[in-house]
């Protein structure tokens, strides 16, 4: 099937390596949104107690879907910090962390928050398609 591909496919040289002549090669910030999360002051109870809104940490990035978070924030955490509900689709990668962490990369399957440690991608537009980069960062 490569073969097929390779074949019926015009490919040129780029700065990145070979490809097909009908791609473009562009960087990432012109194609998404880059931002991290934060993390609510967890002696704030009420930002954290019956909790609704998924918070993700990068121990929880792990090449996988992200459907269901460990910890949960409330709204009044959204309301009053700097917390950003990230929606399905968006690509985390784990900036830094304990053991092996650094560089795993998932997307939501859910909308969440996530914290401070988590690079949160969002296409701009359909150019980039999140399943792609996600693969592509595997």
């Keep these: 099937m490569r073969e097929i591909l390779i074949k019926s496919e015009n490919f040129e040289n780029?700065?990145?390596d070979r490809k097909p002549?009908?791609?473009e090669v562009s960087k990432i910030e012109e194609?998404?949104?880059i931002s991290s999360g934060s993390t609510?002051?967890?002696s704030i109870a009420a930002y954290w107690q019956?909790?609704?809104i998924p918070w993700v940490k990068t121990g929880e990035i792990n090449y996988t879907v992200i459907k269901s978070a460990e910890e949960k924030i409330t709204q009044k955490a959204l309301n009053e910090t700097s917390v950003t509900v990230y929606p399905v689709g968006t690509v985390l990668v784990a900036m830094y962390?304990?053991?092996l962490t650094r560089g795993k990369v998932?997307?939501?399957g859910i909308e969440a928050t996530t914290n401070q440690a988590c690079a949160a991608i969002i296409p701009k537009n359909e150019n980039l398609i999140p399943s792609y980069l996600w693969f592509?960062?595997?």
């Design 14 to 16: 780029s700065s990145l």
């Design 21 to 23: 002549e009908d791609w």
């Design 31 to 33: 194609l998404a949104f």
């Design 40 to 42: 609510p002051n967890r």
């Design 50 to 52: 019956d909790g609704t």
């Design 97 to 99: 962390g304990q053991g």
């Design 106 to 108: 998932g997307i939501l």
């Design 136 to 138: 592509f960062r595997m």
